[in-house]
């Protein structure tokens, strides 16, 4: 997640854990979902775009979505989030950018055009007829899209494009669409793993970084971008003019790097990257992905396959090692990041600072980032509350700080690191592409460690 650069400044397994991992494997078996809620998504989507961009910096978008029903009843319509309607001042008051400019010009159910109702970043598209659980139809949507300059996530900055939440977004299907009001603090949405292909038509030449698999980096006028199990498509195009790039191959992937013109800054970008990717290969658990792009452009965010980090010396590993760290905890274990934004932050940053503590042979250095947003601001009792229970800068102190603390501190009763870096390997392979929420949690941590958990994880998790 994208938060403020001054926060970030100052700021294999023994017979044991075979036992444990027994004995949880057992447990889930027989008491499935907690009862927080549904983790399933109820739906799947592939995507097809087509993306061309005109001189005027605007993009025409075609998306053909076919959405499978994986519920047992009919749905009447398809929920999604469309986020860029979001970005004004009329959907979202007091937003502290500039406004995205998008209009749909039509949406079609088949061959046939229908109604829709599109407020804030809802879109429910109308069907004609039910969709049938374990039947599948295509949606396609027609739109314009003008990103704003220099905004959060979706962005335009001179004649670089960042296309973040940039299209129709399957929702979660849970006894009716699971939709939320766009929140600007966090991630509001929450979209299941879906196969995508791209084709894309640009003015002149861009270096083009995505979720995909891009391959050799060079400048490109077209070109079709494919992928599968992804959460959320990114995308950026980038002048080549500004930009210099390093290919590093680390444990079967290519980490590409993006950054503006500092030779310097990119040589320790990519050791730090590399150091830190083959840590959370070897100790949490193997990224089946084959590349990862990184791009520096003080974006501070999380995509599959891609991160948005920062260009200044001073928040470089510790937003780096963290953006890195989510293609593990958001990525390939999800989460639903407006009900249980901690589970994938706070865990995330938990792994960060095991790796910094790691590779500076410095624990204090190592968890300083989640001590200083610890000590920021009051904290929340409790970690797992959704988005918008919390009153506004306790957010960034109870998840990012709070909590990482909360469970490093267990775990230096309980063999330190290395039995955390244990624990989260195991957690890792339980839940690859599934998603957990606070209930699924505290049922495997109960699993995994011997005697009555409810203490500790009831003191911090409601």
């Known amino acids: 997640m994208r938060i403020s650069s001054r926060i970030w400044i100052v700021i294999a397994a023994g017979i044991a854990a075979i036992i444990a991992l027994t004995v949880w494997y057992f447990y889930f078996k027989e008491n499935g979902e907690g009862e927080n809620g549904n983790t399933a998504m109820g739906a799947s989507a592939t995507y097809e775009i087509e993306l061309s961009l005109n001189e005027r910096d605007e993009f025409q978008i075609r998306t053909v979505i076919e959405v499978a029903n994986e519920t047992e009843r009919p749905f009447d319509d398809i929920g999604f989030y469309f986020v860029p309607n979001a970005l004004n001042s009329d959907e979202t008051p007091d937003l502290p950018q500039e406004a995205a400019e998008t209009a749909i010009s039509s949406i079609k159910v088949g061959d046939e055009e229908v109604e829709y109702e599109l407020e804030n970043n809802e879109l429910l598209v109308e069907l004609a007829e039910p969709l049938e659980p374990g039947e599948k139809e295509a949606i396609q949507v027609l739109y314009s899209l003008a990103l704003p300059e220099n905004g959060m996530r979706l962005s335009q900055d001179g004649n670089n494009f960042f296309l973040a939440q940039w299209y129709p977004m399957l929702a979660q299907f849970d006894n009716g669409w699971d ?40 400048p490109s006028v077209s070109g079709t971008l494919e992928g599968d199990r992804i959460k959320d498509f990114y995308l950026a195009l980038m002048d080549p003019e500004e930009w210099i790039h390093e290919t590093v191959s680390v444990e079967g992937a290519e980490l590409r790097l993006f950054m503006p013109d500092d030779p310097e800054l990119l040589e320790e970008s990519a050791v730090m990257a590399e150091a830190a990717y083959v840590f959370f290969e070897e100790r949490i658990g193997d990224n089946p992905f084959p590349e990862l792009d990184i791009v520096g452009n003080d974006g501070y965010m999380e995509y599959p396959n891609i991160i948005e980090v920062a260009t200044t010396w001073e928040a470089l590993d ?33 792994a960060a600072s095991l790796f910094l503590s790691d590779y500076y042979g410095d624990e204090e250095y190592g968890f300083s980032s989640a001590e200083a947003a610890a000590n920021a601001y009051r904290q929340e009792k409790y970690a797992n509350l959704p988005l918008d229970e919390f009153a506004g800068a306790q957010y960034l102190s109870t998840v990012y700080g709070a909590a990482p603390l909360t469970l490093r501190n267990f775990f230096e009763e309980r063999g330190g690191q290395e039995e955390a870096l244990q624990f989260l390997s195991a957690y890792y392979r339980e839940f690859q592409f599934d998603y957990v929420n606070t209930d699924k949690f505290k049922q495997f941590f109960e699993a995994y460690f011997e005697g009555d958990q409810s203490g500790f994880l009831d003191s911090w998790l409601k």
Request: no cysteine; net charge negative; aromatic share 18%.
């Open 318 to 350: 510790s937003v780096l090692v963290h953006e890195i760290a989510h293609q593990w905890f958001y990525y390939i274990v999800g989460n639903d990041p407006f009900e249980d934004a901690w589970i994938d932050e706070s865990i995330t940053e938990f």
């Open 179 to 218: 939709i939320e009001p766009f929140d600007m603090d966090g991630e509001s949405y929450h979209t299941g793993f879906g196969d995508f292909r791209i084709d894309y038509q640009l003015p002149r030449e861009y270096l083009v970084a995505s979720s995909a698999t891009d391959g050799e980096v060079k």
